[in-house]
């Protein structure tokens, strides 16, 4: 009998709250060295990850590195028991983590990576000028559509930007190319647009500058060929190379998240359980849109660990 493959899953932006991770850090000395660490490295995440506050936690500079911290803290733990997956990926900055998973960058590279590459994408465009929906109910191209007529009829950009799947696209750009864009989504039948609670547009044409300055820190940090293979959101294809993993991070930014063919990627390799570590489940409710028969699991609680340490165990 052949078994299902393993995939593990990092979350990105949007997922983090006050005290994520902290009782599995309390417990687990692994995932509280990681946290030591990002504190030593960038002093006062562990208590803005622990404690707050959350308007704090929430500004792009202290959210990008305190989830890459909080995966990473799940990881090591998991790690350290002997669990190895047979693929991994993240969901835009989570994308991130998977690659310390995997071996492609150390923990410390990482997060000075990340915590520039919040700084550029904040630095492309100023606070109040871009905005976030997502469009749920609506077809891929007619979304595409719809960002294409707002575009034209405001001068200014809208495109999608995460492909999640289970009717779910959300699109980014410019403020009034977006409320332009979710108008039109309503009247070609969307069932309903959110304006989300972010202030820099990411994965659209308005974040090629911060592209253009992440490819110059990811050129500083070293190297290594991945251990596992990396399904990346720029091309939902995996690489174990570390040049290709490096230039699917400098397109990312500019370019959609394809989460849903991610998903579809590595269930047709084989994988039948699908395990989000870190705070959240966005990821795991995302994927059980997409593959009802997978088994989802995740972890930031003690609970949770024992349970997904238990059902790699069952799988041997």
């Given at each position: 009998?052949?078994?299902?493959?393993?995939?593990?899953?990092?979350?990105?932006?949007?997922?983090?709250?006050?005290?994520?991770?902290?009782?599995?850090?309390?417990r687990?000395?692994?995932?509280?060295?990681?946290?030591?660490e990002?504190?030593?490295?960038?002093?006062?995440?562990?208590?803005?990850?622990?404690s707050?506050?959350?308007?704090?936690?929430?500004?792009?500079?202290?959210?990008?590195?305190?989830?890459?911290?909080?995966?990473?803290?799940?990881?090591?733990?998991?790690?350290?028991?002997?669990?190895?997956?047979?693929?991994?990926?993240?969901?835009?900055?989570?994308?991130?983590?998977?690659?310390?998973?995997?071996?492609?960058?150390?923990?410390?590279?990482?997060?000075?990576?990340?915590?520039?590459?919040?700084?550029?994408?904040?630095?492309?465009?100023?606070?109040?000028?871009?905005?976030?929906?997502?469009?749920?109910?609506?077809?891929?191209?007619?979304?595409?559509?719809?960002?294409?007529?707002?575009?034209?009829?405001?001068?200014?950009?809208?495109?999608?930007?995460?492909?999640?799947?289970?009717?779910?696209i959300?699109?980014?750009?410019?403020?009034?190319?977006?409320?332009?864009?979710?108008?039109?989504?309503?009247q070609?039948?969307?069932?309903?647009?959110?304006?989300?609670?972010?202030?820099?547009?990411?994965?659209?044409?308005?974040?090629?500058?911060?592209?253009?300055?992440?490819?110059?820190?990811?050129?500083?940090?070293?190297?290594?060929?991945?251990?596992?293979p990396?399904?990346?959101?720029?091309?939902?294809?995996?690489?174990?190379?570390?040049?290709?993993?490096?230039?699917?991070?400098?397109?990312?930014?500019?370019?959609?998240?394809?989460?849903?063919?991610?998903?579809?990627?590595?269930?047709?390799?084989?994988?039948?359980?699908?395990?989000?570590?870190?705070p959240?489940?966005?990821?795991?409710?995302?994927?059980?849109?997409?593959?009802?028969?997978?088994?989802?699991?995740?972890?930031?609680?003690?609970?949770?660990?024992?349970?997904?340490?238990?059902?790699?165990?069952?799988?041997?």
């Amino acid at each position: 009998m052949i078994m299902p493959k393993i995939a593990w899953l990092f979350p990105g932006q949007g997922s983090q709250t006050v005290g994520m991770c902290r009782a599995l850090a309390e417990r687990e000395p692994a995932a509280m060295a990681v946290f030591d660490e990002a504190d030593r490295l960038l002093p006062g995440l562990k208590a803005r990850c622990f404690s707050g506050p959350a308007e704090e936690l929430n500004l792009t500079e202290w959210t990008q590195p305190a989830l890459l911290t909080a995966g990473a803290a799940v990881w090591q733990t998991l790690h350290r028991r002997g669990l190895r997956p047979d693929l991994v990926a993240g969901h835009s900055l989570g994308e991130y983590t998977a690659l310390v998973a995997a071996g492609a960058l150390s923990f410390e590279a990482a997060l000075r990576v990340v915590r520039q590459r919040a700084l550029f994408m904040q630095d492309a465009v100023p606070q109040g000028l871009g905005l976030m929906a997502a469009v749920l109910g609506l077809e891929e191209e007619a979304v595409r559509r719809v960002c294409r007529a707002a575009a034209a009829a405001t001068g200014s950009v809208v495109a999608p930007a995460n492909l999640n799947g289970g009717g779910q696209i959300v699109i980014a750009g410019g403020k009034a190319a977006v409320e332009a864009a979710a108008g039109l989504a309503k009247q070609e039948g969307a069932r309903r647009v959110v304006m989300l609670p972010v202030s820099v547009p990411s994965h659209c044409p308005l974040m090629e500058p911060a592209g253009r300055r992440l490819r110059e820190e990811l050129d500083r940090v070293t190297w290594h060929d991945l251990s596992v293979p990396l399904v990346t959101n720029v091309d939902a294809e995996p690489v174990r190379a570390a040049g290709a993993a490096k230039e699917a991070l400098v397109r990312q930014l500019a370019n959609p998240v394809r989460w849903e063919a991610s998903i579809l990627r590595m269930t047709a390799d084989g994988v039948g359980m699908f395990v989000e570590l870190g705070p959240g489940r966005v990821l795991t409710g995302l994927v059980k849109r997409i593959v009802k028969e997978a088994r989802l699991l995740s972890v930031e609680r003690p609970e949770e660990m024992d349970a997904v340490v238990q059902a790699c165990s069952e799988r041997g």
